[in-house]
């Protein structure tokens, strides 16, 4: 497919359905008042992973791990901030970096949840299972996004 003459969002969402060719990804407007995000599949899931993971900071919390519970809250929410100020970028290389920066903080997320499910917090598991397929997407969002720069130049 050629994604040259696409804007930003029917690019990522033209990523999306290449990688989850099942169908079973449809996106969903995130609570925004902005209808630029509207339709956005990584986006959409950032912001749904985004829920879960509040959700376990606030039982980490409850459970006095009070660090873990702020590394966690802080890198799994990270991840849609940064995606959706990628939409914004000045340049595709502004996008591809802040995608990059997006993609470091799901890696760190990934690093937390780990250690939570290693220490018997169950609910980490569902936060994990809706994290790898955002890393999926990132990263080839990241890897088209680089070819797309080259053809570029």
């Known amino acids: 497919m050629d ?3 696409l804007d930003i ?4 969402n033209a990523l999306v359905r290449d ?4 169908g079973s990804l449809v996106a ?3 609570a925004s008042y902005n209808a630029r995000y509207k339709d ?3 986006v959409s899931m950032t912001f749904r992973f985004a829920l879960p993971v509040w959700d376990l900071a ?7 791990k009070f660090a873990v519970a702020d590394q966690v809250f802080r890198s799994g929410t990270a991840i849609g901030a940064l995606v959706r100020e990628a939409q914004n970028g000045e340049s595709l290389a502004d996008f591809v970096h802040k995608m990059k920066i997006a993609l470091k ?3 760190e997320t990934e690093y937390w949840l780990l250690l939570c499910i290693e220490r018997s917090v ?3 598991r569902a936060c994990l299972d809706q994290l790898l397929p955002i890393v999926r997407v990132l990263n080839k969002i990241i890897s088209t996004s680089n070819t797309k720069q080259q053809i570029r130049k």
């Not at 969002?9 to 990522?12: A, T, V």
């Not at 606030?58 to 006095?64: D, I, S, T």
């Open 105 to 107: 903080e799901a890696d």
């Open 58 to 64: 606030e039982e980490l919390q409850a459970k006095k």
């Open 3 to 5: 994604m040259r003459g």
């Open 19 to 22: 990688d989850r060719s099942d």
């Open 28 to 30: 969903e407007a995130p």
């Open 9 to 12: 969002k029917e690019w990522q």
């Open 40 to 42: 956005n599949v990584i």
């Open 122 to 124: 169950n609910s980490a």
